[in-house]
């Protein structure tokens, strides 16, 4: 089975601009999770997907969005870019049946850095 | 309160040593943690999970620890390898599909 893969792997942008980030989760996983990872935060919890509907969501600015697809693919949106966003985007993709035994496996990662 | 408590931030073995890691958390409605491996330029991997019914759990050189009353759970890497070396990560799920992480600590086993 493919793992999971994210689009781009590296995007340089600059302020003000936005950007959009794809993920394609394993096949016959139904839920998708993004994290943003920097070395001062570590990994946060943005927002995670189930059957095209938003689940759960973190303690981001509405300029964090997402969006899942009827093939469970899921992009994430980022608009007006500030310096601060740049970090490791990180998708993960699990069945999302059952919280307390769900299994996620991440993606290996869209660096974003913004100028 | 969401949050998970990781030390130490970083952690230097002697190869075949024990590597110990230690998590905390304040919310009782935390129900699965996993802990994860992260290696440079790659996503975090599952090393090892438990549910807060279990005080132990062993997978290979792998074991986590889990008290329940205190609050507190810890891996711990026997026999620590150089391949061990790598940026660990506890995490907590508070009965949803959440994951809140700690904040890491870095592992370097000297050969």
Redesign the interface.
């Known amino acids: 089975k493919a793992g999971v893969t994210q689009t781009p792997r590296y995007l340089i942008k600059t302020r003000g601009q936005q950007v959009t980030l794809s993920c394609s989760p394993i096949s016959g996983h139904r839920s998708v999770s993004w994290y943003q990872q920097t070395p001062g935060q570590g990994l946060q919890f943005l927002f995670e997907y189930f059957s095209e509907t938003q689940r759960n969501k973190g303690n981001f600015p509405g300029r964090f969005s997402g969006r899942q697809f009827s093939n469970s693919r899921s992009e994430m949106n980022v608009s007006t870019l500030e310096l601060g966003d740049s970090a490791l985007y990180l998708c993960a993709s699990s069945l999302g049946e059952d919280s307390r035994s769900d299994t996620q496996y991440f993606g290996p990662g869209t660096r974003l850095t913004v100028l | 309160q969401q949050q998970v408590k990781q030390s130490p931030q970083s952690l230097i073995v002697q190869k075949g040593g024990i590597s110990i890691i230690n998590c905390a958390y304040e919310n009782t409605a935390f129900?699965?943690f996993?802990w994860?491996q992260q290696f440079p330029?790659?996503?975090?991997?599952?090393l090892i999970?438990i549910?807060p019914d279990v005080s132990e759990k062993k997978e290979g050189r792998f074991t986590i620890s889990f008290n329940k009353s205190a609050k507190q759970f810890s891996l711990h890497i026997m026999d620590s390898q150089p391949g061990d070396s790598a940026t660990y990560?506890c995490a907590a799920?508070p009965?949803?599909?959440?994951?809140?992480?700690?904040?890491?600590t870095r592992l370097f086993v000297k050969a």
């Open positions: 129900d699965y996993p994860y330029g790659k996503g975090p991997a599952l999970a549910r990560f799920t009965g949803g599909f959440k994951t809140i992480f700690g904040a890491g």
